[in-house]
């Protein structure tokens, strides 16, 4: 059993020494623990400090490509080389190494494929009081959307079983941790969360400029998952509404008409019949959409065939030959 864990890399020099000292050197039940960084076009020593400690795998890009990209390119370099376990972490020792651990339990048990570490957001110092209303917000929104029960979705601290990585997609640019719980909660795939700890702060997070900034990313990456994942009820329910509010125009302007004062209300019954309109093209559109997702289904089956064949395949002739692995975006 191999456990691999990746640690997303911009610009980490002066605490990624801190973050790999800090990482678990054996955990009972599993035979081989391998380190691998991604390097998301950093500017520093970041490549130099991380080989210098001894990492196993190095993912590189030439410039800065984002966390969501960086994130599935790891979990491509961890299962090449054969990761039957895959753990993601912070370049700034935000989380508690000793609770990995805790992340990969229950995945060897077999109780789930995914496992999220759950920060204690309201105990934790270094986040405003705005910060710590806005992540029980987006965790809210997360949990109606995936429909799980995972109490912080924003966390970056989170172990996958080998399955789990075979069958994630990322398509948003902004981040992985929203999308890919909505994509496993709507996929039913086995997830669940366990309490860890938090470090001091080190850095500013780098995630988001302001924080109305990371709200409307955030909510622009759910809303969009969740139009992907559900799409019949995304645009029922806008198509509904438009169709509730062109009903109602409707029915007061027949009540007008027959008062005999409907001559003054045809402003109502063209916004009405334009209501109308755009609701029923709403859902039509919904019908078509959930097609699409039907389709993308089907993709998303045929792909993590290819990856399975693909991966597995890897893992059987030892793929790794020098115990280091190099990506560049050319």
Excluded at 3 to 21: F, G, K, R, S, V
Excluded at 25 to 54: C, F, M, P, Q
Excluded at 134 to 139: N, T, V
Excluded at 179 to 195: C, D, F, H, L, Y
Aim: hydrophobic share 40%; charged share 25%.
């Amino acid at each position: 059993m191999k456990l691999i864990i990746q640690i997303p890399c911009y610009n980490e020099e002066e605490t990624l020494t801190i973050a790999l000292d800090a990482l678990p050197k054996h955990i009972e039940g599993i035979d081989e623990i391998e380190y691998l960084i991604i390097n998301d076009g950093s500017r520093d020593r970041t490549v130099e400090v991380a080989r210098n400690w001894g990492v196993h795998y190095v993912v590189n890009f030439k410039k800065n490509k984002g966390l969501a990209r960086g994130f599935m390119a790891g979990l491509d370099a961890c299962l090449r080389n054969g990761a039957d376990v895959i753990v993601n972490t912070d370049a700034d020792n935000q989380y508690c190494a000793e609770d990995i651990e805790k992340l990969v339990r229950p995945i060897l048990e077999g109780k789930t494929d995914i496992v999220i570490g759950a920060r204690p957001i309201d105990q934790t110092e270094h986040f405003s009081f705005l910060k710590k209303k806005l992540q029980h917000l987006g965790s809210y929104v997360v949990r109606k959307a995936s429909k799980s029960d995972i109490p912080d979705a924003p966390s970056g601290f989170r172990a996958y079983s080998r399955e789990a990585a075979m069958r994630l997609n990322v398509v948003n640019e902004y981040t992985y941790t929203l999308e890919t719980i909505v994509q496993a909660g709507r996929s039913k795939m086995a997830m669940e969360s366990v309490p860890v700890r938090t470090n001091e702060e080190l850095r500013p997070s780098r995630l988001f400029g302001s924080m109305l900034g990371y709200v409307k990313k955030s909510m622009v990456t759910i809303f969009r998952a969740f139009m992907m994942y559900r799409p019949m009820k995304f645009f029922t329910i806008i198509g509904g509404l438009l169709f509730l509010l062109g009903m109602a125009l409707g029915v007061r302007f027949l009540v007008y008409f027959f008062m005999g004062t409907g001559g003054g209300h045809v402003q109502s019954l063209i916004l009405c019949s334009t209501l109308l309109l755009l609701g029923f093209q709403t859902i039509v559109i919904g019908f078509l959409a959930d097609v699409i997702a039907a389709n993308r289904r089907l993709l998303e089956d045929v792909q993590y065939h290819v990856r399975k064949l693909d991966y597995d395949g890897v893992k059987e002739r030892d793929g790794k030959e020098n115990g280091r692995m190099e990506e560049t975006d050319g």
